[in-house]
Structure formats: C-alpha cells, structure tokens
C-alpha cells in the first residue's frame, strides 16, 4: 500500500517562518513573548509555554506589562509578531515600551500593508477584501494613512458607495477566495469608479486545495489533519468527501481508527494550515506500521 502525502500539506511558507523564528530565539534565552498564540494549534502553542514562551492576548494586555526602558537587563522582553501581522499603533506600542520587536510578518502580507501605506498616503481610499474580524485584516486597516472600509461578501460589494472623487484602492485577504475575489472586483469596476486592484491572494490556500484534490480523487482513503476550529481543514475535509468516500477527519493520532477495505492501494494523507510536521510524520508512521 502507498502513502501519499500532499504537497503543501501543513504551514504554509509564512506560518512555518513565524513558528521557526519563536524557536531560534528560544535560544538567545531571552524572555520571549508572541502577540496572539503563533499558530491557530494548541499542541504547538502548549509546548512552546512549556519552553517560556508567553503569549499577550490583546492590545490591553500589551498596555499592562512594563517599559523596559527603565530596566537594564537586556533579556528582559522580547516579542515576536505572528504571520498576519498587527496594526501599525501595536508594533509603535510595543517599541514605545522599550521590547525588542521582532517582526515575523508573513512578506506577502507586510507586501499589503506598504501598499495601503503608500497609497492611502498618496490620498487612495483604500477598500479591504475580507473578514473583518480576522487578525490579518485588522493589522492591514491599521498600516492606513486614511480612510479604509472592509467588505466581505458580493452583496456588500453591490451596495457598496465610495467617497465621491476619490481613486480606490482595493486589496485582499492573503487567504480570500479567488472567485469571490474576481466577482467583487467585477462589481465595482461595472460601477465605473476609478479602481485601482492589488491582487494580494496567496497561493498557499489554492494550491493545498488543488493537490489534496488531485491526490483524494486517486485515494482509496484519506486523512485529513487539522484542528476542529480550522476552517481552512474543513475545507479539505469537504474536498476530499467530494471525491473519496472513505475520508477520515482528525485532530489527533489518537482520533485515527482507520477501517480500510483489504484492496486499499492508495492512502492520502492533507493537512491543514496550522497542522505541525511533527504530528503529519507521526500519522505517516502510523499507517505505514499499521497497514
Ligand atoms: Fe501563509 Fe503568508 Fe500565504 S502566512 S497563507 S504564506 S500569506
């Protein structure tokens, strides 16, 4: 029996950049604090706390701990920014209080956010294509020198009004859907305003997306990795349901009861974006011991 395991499968480039440099400075030892857990995944978020690391939840907690500037040990504080990244004020604050910032923005979200600066600067409104309460688009709105909206859907889109006289600058989330994407656009160049697009999408999502389908349609099974709140592994999920009857979603090792029909050839094995390396090679193992 073949395992196959798909391309991409896992963090992306920037998520697995961000989660490599909180280990490398584990090893200055210096006190190391990320602004929002690293990586939507508790079990890697749980063993960097065994390590030390600390995380500050919010903008309030950030307030709360000390100016460093009165201290004279420089281990004192450290903190890393996660892939989405944060608005400017966050990162202005945490210099302020004297930290050591370390910004492990993804670049192809830092991308957007000096495009919104440069253009909002240059007097553009600038209109953001994504879900507002994301941590991504809240860093984004935050790098405007001006007036910015989010929209989110295609009926947002089509009552949607920009300042009168004003050129539009329009960007996306890293992990919006394409099509949605290029139907939104649609709808506002139709409107005949003065648009400006960045096509900001990253190709991580699609390209899991599309090699998890190539590798499920030729399964005899297939596992999907991926916490239960991931919305990006529900999407595997679906994908691979589509084409293989015999899909199996799991958190954990310990959620796999694999029932696998005696002619199985084929064994396909996804992940979602904040799955870790370590857990993909431990079910990889697992399947190759047990079947
Ligand atoms: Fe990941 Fe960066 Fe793309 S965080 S999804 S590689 S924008």
Same mark, same amino acid.
């Given at each position: 029996?073949?395992?196959?395991?798909?391309?991409?499968?896992?963090? !992306?480039?920037? @998520? +697995? &950049?961000?989660?490599? =440099? *909180?280990?490398?400075?584990?090893?200055? #030892?210096?006190? $190391?604090?990320?602004?929002?857990?690293?990586?939507?995944?508790?079990?890697?978020?749980?063993?960097?706390?065994?390590?030390?690391?600390?995380?500050?939840?919010?903008?309030?907690?950030?307030?709360?701990?000390?100016?460093?500037?009165?201290?004279?040990?420089?281990?004192?504080?450290?903190?890393?920014?996660?892939?989405?990244?944060?608005?400017?004020?966050?990162?202005?604050?945490?210099?302020?209080?004297?930290?050591?910032?370390?910004?492990?923005? !993804?670049?192809? @979200? +830092? &991308?957007?956010?000096? =495009? *919104?600066?440069?253009?909002?600067?240059? #007097?553009?409104? $600038?209109?953001?294509?994504?879900?507002?309460?994301?941590?991504?688009?809240?860093?984004?709105?935050?790098?405007?020198?001006?007036?910015?909206?989010?929209?989110?859907?295609?009926?947002?889109?089509?009552?949607?009004?920009?300042?009168?006289?004003?050129?539009?600058?329009?960007?996306?989330?890293?992990?919006?859907?394409?099509?949605?994407?290029?139907?939104?656009?649609?709808?506002?160049?139709?409107?005949?305003?003065?648009?400006?697009?960045?096509?900001?999408?990253?190709?991580?999502?699609?390209?899991?997306?599309?090699?998890?389908?190539?590798?499920?349609?030729?399964?005899?099974?297939?596992?999907?990795?991926?916490?239960?709140?991931?919305?990006?592994?529900?999407?595997?999920?679906?994908?691979?349901?589509?084409?293989?009857?015999?899909?199996?979603?799991?958190?954990?090792?310990?959620?796999?009861?694999?029932?696998?029909?005696?002619?199985?050839?084929?064994?396909?094995?996804?992940?979602?974006?904040?799955?870790?390396?370590?857990?993909?090679?431990?079910?990889?193992?697992?399947?190759?011991?047990?079947?």
């Amino acid at each position: 029996m073949e395992i196959r395991l798909v391309a991409g499968a896992g963090f !992306c480039f920037g @998520v +697995k &950049r961000a989660v490599d =440099t *909180v280990y490398e400075q584990l090893q200055t #030892g210096k006190t $190391i604090y990320t602004y929002g857990p690293i990586v939507h995944n508790e079990e890697v978020v749980k063993e960097l706390a065994e390590l030390g690391v600390r995380v500050i939840e919010n903008r309030q907690e950030l307030e709360r701990l000390p100016d460093l500037r009165s201290l004279a040990d420089p281990r004192a504080g450290t903190v890393i920014i996660r892939a989405h990244g944060v608005p400017r004020e966050v990162q202005q604050c945490m210099e302020q209080k004297g930290w050591e910032v370390i910004d492990a923005t !993804c670049p192809f @979200v +830092k &991308r957007i956010h000096r =495009t *919104v600066e440069k253009k909002s600067g240059q #007097g553009d409104h $600038i209109l953001v294509v994504g879900n507002p309460d994301h941590p991504e688009i809240q860093g984004i709105v935050g790098w405007c020198n001006g007036p910015v909206d989010v929209i989110e859907t295609v009926e947002e889109a089509e009552k949607y009004v920009p300042p009168e006289g004003k050129k539009l600058t329009v960007v996306a989330q890293t992990t919006f859907n394409y099509n949605k994407f290029q139907t939104i656009v649609e709808i506002l160049k139709k409107k005949g305003y003065n648009v400006s697009i960045v096509n900001t999408i990253c190709n991580a999502t699609e390209d899991r997306q599309r090699d998890t389908r190539e590798v499920a349609a030729n399964a005899d099974a297939m596992i999907v990795i991926g916490g239960k709140h991931s919305s990006n592994a529900a999407k595997l999920y679906e994908i691979c349901r589509e084409v293989c009857d015999n899909t199996y979603f799991i958190q954990t090792l310990d959620d796999l009861h694999l029932e696998l029909p005696k002619s199985a050839r084929l064994v396909g094995i996804t992940a979602g974006a904040s799955t870790p390396n370590k857990l993909i090679e431990e079910v990889q193992n697992y399947v190759r011991i047990n079947f």
